[in-house]
């Protein structure tokens, strides 16, 4: 991304159906001294399986997953409605920002939708914050 620019970013096809059996990877880079802010628009994927029967709770059936910064520790993967409009991801300036997005062969959604920013490093929130 170049300094101070603004786009939008979404799943595929979005806001129509994402495709069944998808694993994209989106990885946004700035220049020296600018970070990657992302807030999200709308978030909608398919929910988490029922538990199995064994009782282990369910996992993800589709699910987004943030590396901020890149190569770092990725957070727990999110899927539902759980990363709630008006939550901010950030990545500090110098490094890179990846989402991954991953979907099973069931139950389609619309996806998500999210504007991201190129920042001075002082302007960025530094931390993962969900607005629920």
Same mark, same amino acid.
């Given at each position: 991304?170049?300094?101070?620019?603004?786009?939008?970013?979404? !799943? *595929?096809?979005? *806001? =129509?159906?994402?495709?069944?059996?998808d694993?994209?990877? @989106?990885?946004?880079?700035?220049?020296?001294?600018?970070?990657?802010?992302?807030?999200m =628009?709308? @978030?909608?994927?398919?929910?988490?399986?029922?538990?199995?029967? !064994?009782?282990?709770?369910?996992?993800?059936?589709?699910?987004?997953?943030?590396?901020? *910064? =890149?190569g770092?520790? *990725?957070?727990?993967?999110?899927?539902?409605?759980?990363?709630?409009?008006?939550?901010?991801?950030?990545?500090?300036?110098?490094?890179?920002?990846? =989402?991954r997005?991953?979907?099973?062969?069931?139950?389609?959604?619309s996806?998500?939708?999210?504007?991201?920013?190129s920042?001075?490093?002082?302007?960025?929130?530094?931390?993962?914050? @969900?607005?629920?």
């Amino acid at each position: 991304m170049t300094a101070n620019s603004i786009d939008v970013m979404s !799943s *595929p096809g979005y *806001p =129509l159906k994402y495709q069944p059996n998808d694993d994209c990877w @989106f990885v946004l880079t700035t220049e020296p001294g600018y970070g990657v802010q992302m807030n999200m =628009l709308n @978030f909608d994927l398919q929910d988490r399986l029922p538990p199995a029967s !064994s009782g282990v709770s369910g996992v993800c059936a589709d699910y987004v997953v943030i590396h901020a *910064p =890149l190569g770092g520790q *990725p957070y727990p993967p999110r899927c539902g409605t759980s990363i709630p409009a008006g939550s901010k991801i950030s990545a500090p300036a110098n490094t890179t920002l990846a =989402l991954r997005f991953v979907t099973d062969a069931t139950d389609e959604r619309s996806g998500f939708s999210a504007v991201i920013q190129s920042l001075p490093e002082d302007l960025l929130a530094t931390t993962l914050t @969900f607005a629920d």
